[in-house]
């Protein structure tokens, strides 16, 4: 009886083990089912056609389909907070857009918390901006455009593609710097910012990459770009930091994940989508859209991500464009 009674006790205690391993093993097992990426801007767009392909190149790690959802809205916001609300299984992931968690948050009212709600899980790209003039402009250079902004108060003006854009912060960041006194003027889109200075509407548009055909074609003059780097296909501009400002424009995108996520589960995607950035094609695909490739691990996104969200937090501040509480 004592040996039923201790066969009895050990085979509870084997069922027991196997009942708390079992979530263990299945987490082993990541993914059985689809994997969703929620991409946050629509179909055809810069961050669009590159997290697609850098999904598809990604796949061969999977042994389940990664499914790429678009779901634009509130520049960003709305799929940030899809994946801020979604189960930590993995099953959810989302295209980061560094400006959704670091800057967004601090313009208006989002249903997430930019620093808690998160699993950062790599970063892959820098979005590439700069600052033009129409090619018949009087300065030819970055400094010539300062001297004479400065020495002109009020006559300035120049386009964005929004109030509290990168775009937008670093011009108010050189305003503050330089005590310049300039007119923003925000357009509906890149293409409409750099369209009125085409047209001489603006003095100067301050954009992503939306400039760089009327710059090839002769119509504008690139002044300088706001990167960490030079772009590639304007070798000869510099970036403001080469000029003597400690500023630069670090908008990227990654892939991120719900708070809470399993370590061995950021470790196969991260593994996964790495693995795809070293690929030719999308290096390719990069040059081509004039992004920057730039790679941050998840120890290094998330020391990233608090650092820009403390930068940009005083710099909104500064200029007025903080939410009410």
């Given amino acids: 009886m004592k040996f039923r009674g201790a066969l009895i006790t050990v085979v509870t205690l084997a069922a027991l083990l196997c009942l708390l391993c079992a979530p263990a093993l299945a987490e082993d097992k990541y993914p059985t089912k689809p994997v969703n990426l929620y991409i946050p801007y629509s179909g055809g767009g810069t961050t669009d056609v590159s997290a697609r392909l850098l999904a598809n190149l990604a796949q061969k790690d ?43 948050p601090l313009l208006r009212k989002v249903n997430y918390n930019p620093m808690t709600d998160f699993t950062p899980i790599m970063l892959f790209a820098l ?29 300035v003006t120049y ?24 007119t923003h003027v925000p357009y509906k889109g890149g293409v409409n910012a750099v369209t009125a200075c085409l047209g001489g509407h603006v003095t100067a548009v301050s954009q992503a990459t939306e400039w760089k055909p009327y710059v090839q074609a002769g119509q504008l003059r690139l002044l300088v770009v ?42 196969k995607v991260a593994a996964a989508f790495t693995a795809a950035t070293k690929e030719p094609g999308f290096a390719k695909l990069l040059d081509k859209m004039d992004l920057l490739p730039y790679y941050l691990d998840q120890k290094q996104l998330t020391e990233f991500l608090l650092k820009d969200f403390e930068m940009k937090q005083d710099l909104v501040r500064k200029v007025g464009l903080a939410k009410k509480k």
């Avoid at 990664?66 to 993995?90: F, R, T, Y």
């Avoid at 590439?128 to 002109?152: C, M, S, W």
């Avoid at 964005?160 to 990168?166: C, F």
């Fill in 159 to 182: 386009a964005t593609a929004g109030t509290g854009s990168g775009q937008h912060l670093v011009m108010e960041y050189l305003a503050a710097k330089e005590g310049i006194k300039w």
């Fill in 226 to 267: 706001y990167g960490i780097k030079r772009i590639p296909s304007f070798p000869d501009v510099r970036t403001l930091k080469e000029i003597g400002y400690d500023y630069a424009l670090v908008s990227g995108m990654g892939i991120v994940g719900p708070k809470g996520l399993p370590a061995n589960v950021v470790q």
């Fill in 127 to 155: 979005y590439q901006h700069g600052l033009a003039v129409r090619a018949d402009a009087p300065y030819k250079t970055f400094e010539e455009f300062i001297a004479y902004a400065k020495a002109n108060p009020g006559k």
């Fill in 62 to 104: 999977f042994p389940t389909p990664i499914v790429c959802i678009n779901k634009p809205g509130g520049g960003s916001a709305l799929m940030h907070e899809l994946v801020a609300q979604a189960k930590p299984d993995g099953y959810t992931l989302g295209v980061l857009v560094t400006a959704g968690l670091t800057r967004i």
